[in-house]
């Protein structure tokens, strides 16, 4: 199988796709993005054909892909560069991956072009997010997984999320695309919720902006994890006030005489 090792660099300097956006072209560019996500996932519930298609795509250069032009080339704007092109290709090798029939009868994957809603924690993110015109980055989806992913019985390691992530911050863009589609299919197996659209946005701007990117990404992450490190504080603090150490009720002490 070919990799993407060796896809070819983008030589387009002024690709506007990369550029830094005000905020409202930047909710926009986001928004377009989701856009396209939600279009790949349709044609991959709807036709079985198209998502095998798209599937065939996973880690694999442009060159090395003629079952995907014929699915999602039109959807791809026709005036970007290699690295746009090649990130609007990996993001729908990815979500066909993922992405179930709905006329199976079995569950459905999670809509791309928003993050799934079956957390409270990831709804309040995505809402909070909206407001700054950046979706829910990866980092946030690996804190999910540690903390309060939908599979809470198959909880990711914090060793094991700190590791991936950390891997995922030190690739160049050929790395990036051979190492996201196993983060993500990992992320997927714990029922946790990817932002699409974000993730193509990520992928878009990596050569020139990775530094940007990849702090955020650990800044989330970190953030998300000792939130929660601080409620579990909170919790235990309670416990301690309400319950004996062996969780028995504290004992109820007489006032001396």
């Known amino acids: 199988m070919t990799t993407i090792s060796g896809a070819p660099a983008?030589?387009?300097p002024t690709d506007p796709a990369a550029r830094v956006p005000g905020p409202r072209q930047a909710e926009s560019r986001l928004?377009?993005?989701?856009?396209?996500?939600?279009?790949?996932?349709?044609?991959?519930?709807?036709?079985?054909?198209?998502?095998?298609?798209?599937?065939?795509?996973?880690?694999?250069?442009?060159?090395?892909?003629?079952r995907m032009h014929c699915v999602i080339a039109h959807l791809v704007p026709p005036?970007?560069?290699?690295?746009?092109?090649?990130?609007?290709?990996?993001?729908?090798?990815?979500?066909a991956e993922q992405a179930r029939r709905t006329d199976a009868g079995g569950d459905q994957a999670a809509s791309p072009g928003q993050v799934d809603p079956a957390s409270d924690s990831t709804a309040a993110a995505d809402k909070e997010s909206r407001k700054r015109t950046y979706g829910v980055s990866l980092g946030a989806a690996?804190?999910?997984?540690?903390?309060?992913?939908?599979?809470?019985?198959?909880?990711?390691?914090?060793?094991?999320?700190?590791s991936r992530l950390n891997l995922l911050c030190k690739q160049s863009v050929a790395g990036l695309?051979?190492?996201?589609?196993?983060?993500v299919r990992y992320l997927r197996s714990l029922e946790v919720p990817v932002d699409?659209?974000?993730l193509l946005q990520d992928i878009v701007d990596w050569r020139r902006h990775s530094g940007r990117i990849t702090r955020r990404w650990l800044q989330d992450f970190?953030?998300?994890?000792?939130?929660?490190?601080?409620?579990?504080?909170d919790r235990e603090d309670v416990q301690d006030l309400t319950a004996g150490g062996d969780g028995s009720p504290a004992p109820v002490t007489s006032p001396a005489s």
């Open 10 to 12: 983008d030589t387009t």
């Open 31 to 66: 928004e377009s993005y989701r856009q396209f996500a939600a279009d790949v996932l349709r044609r991959c519930e709807a036709d079985p054909g198209a998502r095998s298609a798209l599937r065939s795509g996973v880690r694999k250069n442009l060159n090395t892909v003629p």
């Open 79 to 95: 005036h970007v560069g290699e690295d746009s092109q090649q990130a609007y290709y990996a993001v729908a090798a990815m979500i």
């Open 142 to 162: 690996f804190a999910l997984a540690v903390t309060d992913g939908p599979g809470r019985d198959r909880l990711m390691r914090r060793s094991t999320a700190e």
């Open 177 to 183: 695309h051979r190492h996201l589609p196993a983060s």
């Open 196 to 198: 699409w659209g974000q």
């Open 222 to 233: 970190y953030r998300r994890c000792q939130e929660e490190d601080r409620r579990r504080a």
